[in-house]
């Protein structure tokens, strides 16, 4: 892993009230040096016959990763600020053990590379003081790259959010949802 | 001669669109780019500020222009992606000649030429000057437009000039300049952030100005309140505080049932109206009548709803109105516009921090392309074609005798009528695609066919281009400097990254080359872009739309410089009529009554279900560079037939039925998307499509009034089921084996 230089300050934020399915995250992703042209981030629709709304699925970057913990090869690294990376192309057996592990649904095996791939927060920019490719592209700014003190200050409605209940499992995150003011956690079923 | 000379799929084959996922040459030369151009994206009026990696003369990709101050590195997919549109496999490298039964081949400069001027002559010497016509397009900078508003009057000599703007935001134009004396969005978006209520009319800033919608979503954090009024409930509508889901033509019926309720509450700003505006009484009189029963039978929106958001509106004390085609595109398109300007001055809300209004200019230099003179009856500086002192002062910077100038010409619409009727004979067209972009196109099909000699510049062989007898390989965005002017009013200054391949050469070169060898290159002789720009500010000085204070260096210096800019010294003016002294003959505001009418054509029992048209994000326009580019293609692939479940269910429609859409005047078949996002009573078929997906076989040729623009918004259709599906994964193969 090449030596990094993250602006410790700074996290991911997602709100998903403003996404407009305009999919020029998915589109800046695949431009980002390390991907090789795949999006590592997806939008979808929720229902779209009776709803225009749509959702922003990215890699929540674990604090206590799934994914490589349950790496038998030991191919997921996660760096000192918190980026959990794409699994390392020499030690990825191709196993799929992350796929299933995930709560958030995240990595992908890439059937032709026999080789899993997920969204490493653009450590090539992030780690040289550069936001994001998705982030900084979103037209609505649902995707925002910063400190806590500017997303707080900028949107006083709603709250960073990124601890997430699965059952009677805690996953916290590095990347934060907005979510209305008062809550503190989300709980997923 | 411009009939096809072989059959479309046979051009379709060798000349696109074919969709490109990469730049020709791989990705080879993104990761080290020679250099990275500040420019701006080449598609819609926000003008995104952006870079342009370049290697080899090509471009490779592109990084986000942080600095840029209205966008800071935002983008739409269009603008991630535009840089697919240089490098690209259907790219024209030579000029081309029809020939019958063949097709088209290379041919040229030299021949390309010659054929031309020889007909150009031909046609004037044997049916007039005005029987040679020319259409251009606002996707050109400033320096396009106005070297074309004088190649037109001076080398061509035709008064038959006018452009494609005139199917985007005239009806605005034409409402402003009633109004105000001047026609431009009245603030920079920064105003936007800080409004108390926003109104958004007709415009689908969502997915037709992505990187708008920041703007309002801080507005919003800010504690604004939002009112969208569309038929649909389009993304930014989803989490608005109040949607209004009017029916196609109901605009004027609900902003004139709002004014009158402002009255009824003395939601009225009395001092502005009194001093800075004039016919108010007429104004209000006109809608004394429109109470909110009238209101809910005309706008199909419910009583409750028509209160509140006169009540929100009339209450605040800032607020921003904006709208774009969905108010624009009608046979009463001023008149909508004029009555959402009645709303403004009502309450007084111009002028003033936070307090705004303005139309989205839909194509890229929507407002610039609208100073310059490519007007029928316009000439530089938003100057009137029909009047003496203004044709005296700009002949004069033209080096020409005032009588020597042709007088207002046909519009755009007008012009395709008047080849069918034979009184046009000629036509030469650069960045303009009216087989895709006009209403009614198969009667413009049979216009252009009758046309005897047709030539077109352009950079792509387009849907129109494929119709002419010479294509002359002109330049991209990327290729050439120059200027344009986003719909905030700020010009901002476009780099050429790259030069134009092969024997493509620059639109701008060709357009000298022409006009000198008609004789006229004296006039011609400009050195650079900035030369042109030079003599462009020196022809706006004086006008409404005064470029004469800013220079290349001043744009770049600031990140862009807003009109008016009289002076040297000037800083130019991002927000208007903080003087309050409007560019009217008397100095004031006007307000204009507006009586509501019915659109062109209603819905009865023949045809009973309204159409209206619009686009979708990743299209632009006539997509003629955009269906060209492999992801943006992917995502919205085909036109589908939008309807609501309701609806759907008296036809017995599913999702992804083949419907049969007809109107008076045409009839093609969709894939329905049934949704409860749309008004039970209407259909809405994006149109950036050609051939047989063409939404504008059904929409109609009826034009406002004034403005001239085409009512695409609305018009009478009857469905019909086929029987048929088509499942998402044969979507393409379906399609393309309509052709
Ligand atoms: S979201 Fe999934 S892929 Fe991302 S770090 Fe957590 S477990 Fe791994
Ligand atoms: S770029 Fe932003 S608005 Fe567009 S789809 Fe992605 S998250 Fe949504
Ligand atoms: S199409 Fe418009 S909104 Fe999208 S990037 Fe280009 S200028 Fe910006």
């Given amino acids: 892993m090449p030596e990094t230089n993250y602006n410790q300050e700074m996290a991911f934020f997602v709100d998903m009230q403003r996404c407009i399915g305009c999919h020029a995250c998915e589109m800046a992703c695949a431009e980002c040096e390390t991907n090789g042209q795949e999006s590592m981030i997806h939008v979808n629709y929720v229902e779209r016959a009776v709803s225009v709304q749509t959702t922003v699925q990215v890699c929540m970057h674990c604090e206590n990763p799934a994914c490589a913990n349950v790496c038998p090869a030991d191919a997921i690294h996660q760096d000192d600020f918190g980026v959990v990376h794409t699994a390392n192309t020499s030690r990825c057996i191709g196993c799929s053990n992350c796929v299933l592990a995930c709560p958030f649904g995240v990595p992908k095996k890439m059937e032709e590379a026999e080789l899993m791939m997920k969204c490493n927060m653009c450590y090539d920019r992030t780690s040289a003081g550069k936001k994001p490719m998705c982030a900084t592209v979103c037209p609505s700014q649902a995707l925002y790259y910063g400190t806590k003190e500017e997303i707080e200050r900028m949107r006083p409605n709603s709250v960073p959010v990124n601890s997430f209940v699965f059952g009677n499992q805690e996953v916290n995150t590095k990347v934060n949802i907005m979510m209305p003011k008062g809550t503190h956690q989300l709980i997923v079923d | 001669m411009a009939k096809l000379p072989i059959a479309a799929d046979q051009i379709i084959e060798k000349y696109g669109p074919h969709k490109a996922y990469a730049p020709q040459a791989g990705f080879y030369g993104a990761h080290e780019p020679d250099k990275l151009v500040k420019t701006h994206c080449c598609y819609c009026g926000m003008q995104c500020g952006i870079q342009l990696k370049v290697k080899d003369n090509k471009v490779a990709g592109f990084e986000p222009w942080m600095e840029f101050p209205f966008n800071e590195g935002r983008l739409c997919p269009k603008g991630v992606e535009r840089y697919l549109q240089n490098n690209h496999p259907d790219r024209l490298l030579n000029s081309l000649q029809r020939v019958e039964g063949k097709g088209f081949e290379a041919v040229s400069w030299e021949r390309a030429m010659d054929k031309t001027i020889n007909e150009i002559n031909r046609i004037q010497r044997e049916y007039g000057r005005d029987a040679f016509a020319m259409l251009s397009g606002v996707s050109l900078t400033n320096e396009k437009s106005y070297m ?93 505080d109040l949607h209004l889901p009017i029916r196609p033509g109901g605009d004027s019926a609900l902003f004139g049932a709002m004014l009158k309720i402002l009255v009824d509450n003395d939601w009225l700003d009395h001092d502005f109206i009194e001093n800075h505006t004039s016919g108010f009484q007429e104004t209000i009189d006109a809608v004394k009548d429109y109470d909110l029963d009238w209101a809910e039978e005309h706008t199909g929106i419910s009583k409750d709803k028509i209160l509140e958001a006169a009540t929100l509106w009339g209450k605040a004390k800032t607020s921003f109105l904006l709208h ?30 936070y307090c705004g209004y303005g139309t989205i200019t839909g194509q890229g230099n929507g407002q610039g392309g609208r100073e310059h003179g490519h007007k029928c009856d316009q000439l530089p500086g938003n100057r009137d074609i029909t009047n003496p002192e203004h044709r005296k002062y700009i002949a004069e910077v033209w080096g020409i005798e005032e009588k020597e100038m042709p007088g207002k010409g046909l519009t755009a619409y007008e012009q395709i009528e008047a080849i069918h009727r034979g009184e046009i004979k000629g036509m030469i067209s650069i960045c303009f695609n009216p087989l895709v972009s006009l209403p009614n196109n198969n009667f413009v099909r049979q216009a252009l066919e009758k046309l005897e000699f047709y030539i ?59 006009a000198s060898r008609l004789g006229a290159g004296d006039k011609f002789n400009f050195a650079n872009s900035e030369a042109i720009f030079n003599e462009l500010r020196l022809a706006s000085k004086g006008g409404t739309a005064d470029y004469y204070g800013i220079t290349y260096q001043k744009i770049v210096d600031n990140m862009g410089v807003f009109w008016p800019c009289p002076s040297l010294d000037h800083p ?168």
Avoid at chain 2, 674 to 690: A, K, L, Q, S
């Fill in chain 2, 572 to 739: 130019g003016t991002p927000r208007l009529w903080e003087d309050r002294k409007f560019k009217t003959p008397d100095g004031k505001a006007h307000f204009n009554p507006v009586t509501y009418r019915p659109a062109a054509e209603v819905t009865d029992s023949a045809y009973p279900v309204v159409l209206t048209t619009g686009r979708v994000v990743s299209q632009y326009l006539s997509g003629t560079s955009t269906r060209r580019i492999g992801k943006l293609v992917d995502q919205y692939p085909e036109p589908l037939l939008e309807i609501h479940p309701k609806l759907a269910f008296q036809y017995g429609i599913k999702n992804r039925d083949l419907i049969k859409v007809k109107t008076r005047r045409g009839e093609a078949e969709f894939p329905a998307q049934v949704v409860e996002t749309i008004r039970e009573d209407t259909v809405f078929i994006p149109y950036h499509w050609g051939g047989k997906h063409a939404a504008n076989q059904l929409t109609i040729g009826s034009l406002d009034p004034i403005s001239k623009i085409p009512e695409f918004k609305v018009c009478a259709c009857q469905l019909i089921p086929t029987g048929k599906m088509v499942s998402e994964d044969a979507t393409e193969a379906a399609y393309q084996s309509q052709l």
């Fill in chain 2, 148 to 240: 074309i508003g004088k190649f037109a009057r001076v080398a061509l000599k035709t008064a038959n000039l006018d452009y494609n703007g005139r199917l985007c935001m005239v009806s605005a134009g034409g409402g402003n300049k009633k109004a105000f004396g001047l026609d431009r969005s009245s603030n920079s978006w920064a105003d936007l952030a800080y409004a108390e209520i926003i109104i958004v009319a007709g415009a689908n800033i969502s997915e037709t100005f992505p990187t708008l919608t920041h703007y309002i979503w801080r507005a919003r954090d800010n504690g604004a309140k939002l009112i969208v009024v569309d038929p649909r409930v389009i993304p930014l509508a989803r989490t608005a």
């Fill in chain 2, 456 to 514: 077109c510049i352009d950079s792509f062989l387009s849907e129109t281009a494929r119709h002419a007898d010479i294509i002359m390989a002109g330049s991209l965005h990327e290729e050439e400097e120059g200027t344009v002017t986003t719909a905030e009013g700020r010009v901002v200054k476009i780099n050429a990254a790259v030069s134009p391949p092969e024997n493509a050469r620059r639109d701008g070169e060709i357009l000298m080359e022409i």
């Fill in chain 2, 324 to 353: 774009a085609r969905g108010v624009e595109h009608h046979t009463k398109g001023v008149d909508n516009v004029l009555s959402c300007i009645n709303l403004v001055l009502a309450t007084g809300r111009i002028g003033k921090p």
